[in-house]
């Protein structure tokens, strides 16, 4: 089970494992927490919005092989412009809700599921959106409560991020909204990381999810990264998307593993 904040979450992070563990013949079940109606995008934030995120999930979870898809109904919290915890936000927002309340949704689907792995993300939510370490919170809690045996957090190698983002930076002008000083102190170190999955082989079906989620290419001030990321040619697509990263913390530092099952409890 893959458990994220809003759709195109797991286009980002995850598709790729996701496509992956389905081809081998696992069942894949996606979760998000919220519809990401306060994203940005040319409709306006709201149900609308809403409703057209969550098909644009259907539409990634069929392109990745995904036997069901969830969304657990809460509101989206947003972002603060300075990227904290937005002032203004739903009586519902995901990052007011009560963890255990939260958790206990989630590992009613586990446990029906009988998942043997959940994903979440990193303790700082990746970048640090709300509802992205509201996700970890919620998502360690459930996975206690069902008694699922792995969990792996999500995430980004931080080191060839950072250097690459300062490269980019000398010969490319970034979107409006990506600011790659972000990346400094997002995600995990490579010392922290036990599995690499190389995904190349499924980048067509990563690549699929991503541009399943049009309304996510647009909006705001200007071009969204999503668009630059879709027109990446196929060859330097693979290699930059080709491999996705986990952290399980029940391992020793330093363990390198390749597949999400490796060293699954007996």
């Known amino acids: 089970m893959f458990f994220h904040a809003h759709p ?10 996701m496509a992956m563990l389905a081809a081998e013949g696992h069942r894949v079940v996606l979760v998000v927490a919220t519809a ?6 040319d409709l306006e ?13 259907y539409e990634s979870a069929a392109v990745l092989g995904c036997a069901r898809v969830e969304c657990l109904g809460y509101g989206d919290s947003g972002l603060s412009p300075t990227g904290g915890v937005a002032a203004e936000r739903p009586g519902n927002a995901f990052i007011d809700a009560d963890t255990e309340e939260a958790a206990g949704r989630l590992a009613a689907i586990l446990r029906e599921e009988e998942a043997g792995l959940l994903t979440i993300y990193d303790p700082a939510g990746g970048y640090g959106h709300p509802d992205h370490v509201q996700v970890h919170r919620v ?46 102190s997002a995600y995990t170190p490579g010392a922290e990381i036990t599995h690499r999955v190389n995904v190349r082989r499924y980048a067509r079906q990563k690549r699929a999810s991503m541009a399943a989620h049009a309304s996510q290419a647009a909006g705001g001030d200007g071009e969204r990264t999503l668009a630059v990321m879709l027109r990446i040619p196929g060859p330097l697509y693979r290699l930059v998307f080709g491999t996705e990263w986990f952290v399980r913390r029940d391992l020793p530092p330093g363990t390198r593993l390749r597949h ?7």
């Open 139 to 184: 998502g360690r809690r459930a996975a206690e409560l069902a008694g699922t045996p792995v969990v792996l957090e999500a995430t980004v190698n931080r080191d060839p991020l950072v250097r690459a983002l300062r490269l980019a930076g000398r010969f490319y002008r970034f979107p409006p909204d990506f600011d790659p000083r972000v990346f400094e």
């Open 45 to 57: 934030p709201g149900e609308q919005l809403g409703k057209q995120r969550l098909k644009e999930l």
């Open 260 to 266: 999400p099952f490796d060293a699954f409890p007996s």
């Open 8 to 17: 195109d979450d797991e286009a980002l992070l995850t598709a790729g494992t």
């Open 36 to 41: 990401g109606e306060r994203g940005l995008a």
